[in-house]
């Protein structure tokens, strides 16, 4: 069932360890079929080399396994509190990837310090608050994902596409599982250019709001005009879909 | 048409991703042929895995698309200001490179470190002011490349091969599109290389002139002597050329 | 002899290469075949390129070259010591990687910053002392790999898989030699992270026991819900012993 | 002629671009053979990927061009200053790497911060004065090679193997080209984790020589007891010489 679906996880989940985001077992992504409300995700704890689209398990939103005959990722409950309550998101991803992890470990929002950061969100990436006691002794991956809602209140999940868990690492989401992905590759590089400017420039400032506003916008939203639309799809969705 | 220029923007354009530069479909490169007046470019927001040399998309000065199926780069309105204004160029190339995008979220130029700064530029990089609001509000694209032209006022384009924008990233030119994209892997190296400086040395000061000059002119103008003449070409031209 | 140990050390061996934590001749990893009382390491010296599972060493607890036409790695006392004190292990591994030798050549043990990191150390990692000039004078590598184990006095050597020697590099160890040099990889990346860390937030502090141990406990011991298990041997596992 | 140490050059150039060492047509490796009194080096300005054996220059110990098509690398002084002066040296690497680079353009010798250094170098990594006006004005690169020779003025060549130039980068050598590079390689190591070192313990001092003297002694001289010993040659010196 959901083969489709399963090649598209299972190309998310390699995705994110060829671009360096996910080292051993490491990291996951995991996408949904809206219309079944089944959620395909990796299998945990399983080396990306021998992984396989076939090994993807199928979840319900309660986190039964309908399919698969290997465990899904312990990160399981964090998706499923993440796909059930960020309306429209079709995918998702989680890594330890280094910059990224780094301002969550140091507990920091990022600022938005450049173009590059508003071409793909539009303001600081958000951070959770830490997690209390009683989540951490209760269902702490569902806890995770609530933290994660939490901080997206009053966002919009298309303008914020991933949230740093203090002292974790990214969650990110997308209309797939492979812009869930892509929104982890630009997260890593917005952390990696961060981190740099702070160091170049310890009084930076974020940029004015007017420039985000216009990077964010040429991109993304009903007046866009990067990228190619053909039919009312942009060639980048034809490839997400193939 | 242009074949032999859509095939060499092509490459320059997969260069600028195999260096690193780019991730995603972010960066562009393009050249130009200067007596037909058209600018090959690459069309927007395609990943680099799937680009083509056909998918080069030809421009006039004014923008106007002559040939090529899809929507040419974002950026194409910046690339047509800098033919227009900076005199003998032949290519230019964008990107969000780490180091060089740090130094630009900083706001600063890169001061000039070593040799390696000098073989390749004669003197800090430059960086542009910041945009106003009505630039942001007007034909942005084609106000970052005034703002680049500004940034040149008084300088030669052999001498000082890239800018960065402001809050933004580095654009760079060549008298190809393959040595723009070389003058954007070289500053990249620049800029990682300057951040280090002053890490290792936060009171470090630019070199002087004299050593800064012997080694930008043992490289480039009359006086050169690194690379290879022959009947008034070198290798690298041969190579550029191909 | 031991033909199924020396192809699982020989492959170690390039994987701690390959994973970019050792260049040139530089890093080392071992394995034990506890029945036999017999360690399989690397020979000293040999460029990855050009190494084999033939070439792999064979020696007794005392160091005495069983068989090989080779000379062992000039750290095998080091493994040895290793092997005879701390229970439990079934392979070691050594290098000079980047981030975990700097905090190595810094003196320091790395804190506890995250999840990343409590997922395979449960705390800071430990460092040894300094070394005496008596024990730089007499059996230096055996000297080191006492002062290993001191550093690990108390410790559990699941808990805590691996040792900063100062101002020398990381030991690791596991239940093979494949999962020693996967600790030398998470504990590169933990170093790394740390690093980061401090850069961003110089008053960053370790994160809570609970969070650490929640996610220590998640992974490792008995009541872990972290990967495979099937007819009490996980996929890891089974990978390992291929 | 020289067709093996062509070779070797030419592979020992290739080794310093896919060590990382060199982008573009930076760099350059040369070899001696010093019964005829003949320098082979890679020549000036062309691209890693299309150098051949063939291409490599061959000059006598004045620079004039003995055999080859093609210009000599200009850097050819430098190292023509290094083969006459430093005696028993048979190879000569010099690149712009990243991190001795950055060193280099800070003007600071690299101190030995632990053992990765000191199996490589007996003490600090010397750095050149800074040229002056009439050294710059004049023959520049023989100029380069004087000052790199003062700055090993009662050092011994084999206890260590390269110098940074100041402003400039690093210049290393060995018993062969090979060599030569190897020693670029473990001195941009050396460079980046010292640079680590200090960050993360800016009052980082060097470590005790007894430590860095045990640990420099058993892998170079007399009583090394790390390689392999053969007939009186080691692997490592059979490999360079394939």
Known sequence: ???????????????????GLAILTWGNASGIDHEKGLVVIKPSGVVYEELSAEQMVVVDL????????????????????????LDGIGGVAHSHSTYAGAWAQACR????????HADCFRGAVPITEQLMPKALEGDYEAETGKAIVRAMEG??????????????GPFTWGASAYEAVDNSIALEQIARMAALTEGLSPMAGPINSQLRDKHFLRKHGDGAYYGQVR???????????R
Chains 1, 2, 3, 4 share one sequence.
């Open 109 to 116: 929002s990022i600022p938005c310090y450049g173009t590059t």
């Open 1 to 19: 069932m959901l083969e489709k679906l399963k090649a598209q996880v299972y190309e998310a989940n390699l995705a994110l360890y060829n671009a």
């Open 155 to 168: 966002m919009d999940v298309g303008e914020f596409t991933g949230v740093l868990v203090a002292n974790h």
């Open 231 to 241: 039919e009312g799809e942009s060639i980048r969705d034809e490839h997400q879909g």
């Open 62 to 85: 309660d986190g039964e396994v309908v399919e698969g005959g290997l465990q899904p990722s312990s990160d399981t409950p964090t998706h499923l509190v993440l796909y059930r309550e």
